[in-house]
C-alpha cells in the first residue's frame, strides 16, 4: 500500500521512472501476498512455540484457495492440527481433506502423512471403522517419519486389539517396534504392550 502512494506521489511530483518501479515493486508484493501468504512467519512461531502467534498470522491469510499449491496444502494441513490443539475435530477432518486435495507433486508426496493425521481425528470423534481404514491406506501409502510410522502401526494394533484381531495386532506390534521409535509416548506405551502381548490368544 506504501509503496503505490508513493508511487502516485512521485508521479505527481518527482520522477515517473521511480513511480513505476514503485508500481511494479507494489505488484509483486500483492502477488507474493496472495500465492504465499504468512506461511513464512507461520512456520517460525511455530518453531518457537508460539501458537497463538501462528493463528494470528494464519488469520492474516484471507484468500488460501488462491495460495501456491505446496503453500495451500501446508496452510489446510497446519489449520487441521490446530483445530485439533481446539479440539474442533469437525474442522479438524475438514482442512486435513482440503490438504489433501491440495496436494503438489512440488512438495513431496504426503499423501501418508495427510491419511494418519485424518486417521487420528476420526478416532478422537469415535470413527474407529473410518480410522482404521485410514491408517490402514497411510501404512501403506508410506509414511516417510519413522516416529509417526511407528505411530500409525501401534494405533492400528490397538484398533485390533478391541476388533479381537489379536494375531493381526501383534503383526502390527512387531512393526511398530521394527520402527524402533524413541518418542516418550510411544515408548511408554510399549512398556504396557509388551506385558499385554503375551496374554493375548493367536
Not at 502512494?5 to 505527481?12: A, D, K, N, R, Y
Request: hydrophobic content about 45%; aromatic content about 8%.
Amino acid at each position: 500500500m506504501l509503496l503505490i502512494v508513493f508511487g502516485i506521489v512521485s508521479h505527481l511530483y518527482l520522477d515517473t521512472i521511480l513511480a513505476w518501479i514503485c508500481y511494479v515493486l507494489a505488484l509483486v508484493s500483492i502477488v507474493l501476498y496472495f500465492t504465499f501468504g504468512t506461511m513464512r512467519l507461520v512456520q517460525e512461531t511455530i518453531t518457537d512455540g508460539d501458537v497463538d502467534g501462528a493463528k494470528r498470522y494464519m488469520g492474516m491469510i484471507r484468500f488460501p484457495k488462491m495460495l501456491f499449491k505446496p503453500i495451500r496444502q501446508a496452510y489446510y494441513l497446519l489449520e487441521g492440527n490446530l483445530a485439533m490443539v481446539d479440539n474442533d475435530m469437525d474442522k479438524a477432518e475438514a482442512n486435513i481433506r482440503k490438504g489433501m486435495a491440495s496436494q503438489s507433486k512440488l512438495g513431496g508426496d504426503t499423501r501418508g502423512s495427510g491419511l494418519m493425521q485424518l486417521g487420528f481425528v476420526q478416532l478422537r470423534k469415535g470413527n474407529i471403522k473410518e480410522a482404521r481404514l485410514s491408517l490402514m491406506e497411510a501404512v501403506k501409502a508410506g509414511i516417510p517419519d519413522k516416529e509417526q510410522l511407528a505411530a500409525a502401526y501401534l494405533q492400528l494394533c490397538s484398533i485390533e486389539i478391541q476388533r479381537k484381531q489379536y494375531k493381526l495386532a501383534k503383526q502390527y506390534y512387531a512393526k511398530c517396534k521394527a520402527c524402533k521409535p524413541r518418542s516418550e509416548e510411544v515408548l511408554s506405551q510399549f512398556k504396557i504392550m509388551d506385558k499385554q502381548m503375551p496374554r493375548l490368544p493367536g
